[in-house]
């Protein structure tokens, strides 16, 4: 494994995201017509910034994070960020992708950094993929469909200890603002906003 080659990987991921704007556009005219559907983006890398990426890394490190769950794979460039804080802790990402093409694109990119060995990439609806998770989870990371953040939570709420953080990204849109609304009416969480709002850290106490 080879940290070196890893964030080497990460660059020229973030160059060829450099589209997605023009993408997203495309994906989201089809609003007009219908409600937008996950398959809509399944060539848009939708992914996080390399701020966050880097601070995801040291969050992991300073807590010696070692079991990580991903919802929303993406390419993998998160989860080549998360990797690289799981080579410091000896840890394991469990990480879902509902597009097919996108999981399999990113599991070439694992492979191809040598982290692969660290990461259970799971195919398919995440409710499904993780209905039978049963381990502690350290550090659970939410970036896929907004709709999904709530089920999902309550389904692997039973998993969280007192040092677990959840990682709420995009924030600042509408459907995660009414998960963390009723997040927040729970007094056993506390949230944190970060990145002027766009990411949510919630603890449990």
Do not use: C
């Not at 409600?35 to 910034?49: A, G, M, N, R, T």
């Not at 919802?71 to 097919?100: D, K």
């Amino acid at each position: 494994m080879s940290k070196e080659k890893t964030n080497k990987i990460i660059d020229e991921l973030f160059r060829d995201s450099k589209g997605d704007f023009f993408k997203m556009i495309k994906a989201v005219s089809k609003s007009v017509v219908r409600p937008l559907k996950p398959e809509d983006f399944k060539d848009v890398y939708l992914s996080i910034s390399k701020e966050q990426g880097e601070d995801l890394t040291k969050l992991i490190i300073q807590n010696k994070y070692k079991n990580i769950v991903e919802f929303g794979t993406s390419f993998g460039i998160s989860t080549l960020y998360l990797a690289l804080g799981v080579i410091e802790t000896n840890g394991h990402i469990i990480t879902t992708e509902l597009i097919t093409s996108k999981a399999n694109k990113a599991k070439e990119t694992f492979k191809k950094a040598g982290v692969d060995n660290l990461i259970d990439l799971r195919i398919g609806d995440a409710m499904k993929t993780l209905e039978n998770h049963k381990t502690p989870i350290d550090l659970l990371f939410l970036d896929g469909w907004k709709d999904v953040y709530l089920p999902l939570f309550k389904m692997l709420e039973s998993n969280f200890h007192t040092n677990t953080t959840i990682y709420v990204d995009n924030a600042n849109m509408k459907e995660t603002q009414q998960f963390l609304d009723v997040i927040r009416q729970q007094p056993k969480y506390r949230l944190q906003p970060l990145y002027n709002g766009k990411v949510f850290l919630i603890s449990v106490l």
